[in-house]
């Protein structure tokens, strides 16, 4: 199913997001700047794209796990969701749980971009729910083995 998402670049270094391999479901998002993150610390990474989302959609923004597993740094409110109505730049929250400052280079792979389908939803309130094996057992719940 293909599914049209329009695209504007905003600044002169913007690089349209691209799947690395067909079939791919993220996007990779690229940077338009040079920064540095230092340890413990985040910082909004600015892309220079904007989108226009189709109705019904979201987009999800996502770490890179080459990010996370080489440098420790992934993406502060993972996922993002960029909403179907925002019009603005697409800007990324990363953060680096490192112990050593974290270089961002222009044209560099920050996160990934997956769209997804949002449904509508009614909620109906009601005095009681179903029963479940599992009833109100939270946290853990499952145990570790």
Not at 53 to 73: D, F, N, Y
Not at 76 to 99: A, Q
């Amino acid at each position: 199913m293909n599914v049209e998402v329009k695209i504007k670049r905003i600044h002169a270094d913007a690089m349209l997001p691209m799947q690395a391999n067909p079939g791919d479901a993220g996007m990779d998002l690229y940077s338009i700047e040079a920064t540095e993150i230092p340890a413990g610390e985040s910082k909004l990474i600015k892309t220079g794209i904007q989108i226009e989302l189709p109705k019904g959609t979201e987009a999800q923004i996502r770490p890179r796990s080459g990010l996370a597993l080489k440098h420790s740094v992934t993406v502060l409110n993972s996922p993002g969701t960029i909403d179907e109505g925002y019009r603005g730049e697409i800007g990324v929250i990363l953060i680096n749980h490192g112990k050593e400052t974290f270089k961002v280079e222009k044209s560099m792979r920050i996160a990934q971009m997956v769209i997804q389908f949002v449904p509508s939803i009614q909620l109906v309130e009601v005095n009681e729910l179903t029963e479940t094996i599992r009833g109100t057992s939270g946290f853990g719940a499952s145990g570790t083995k």
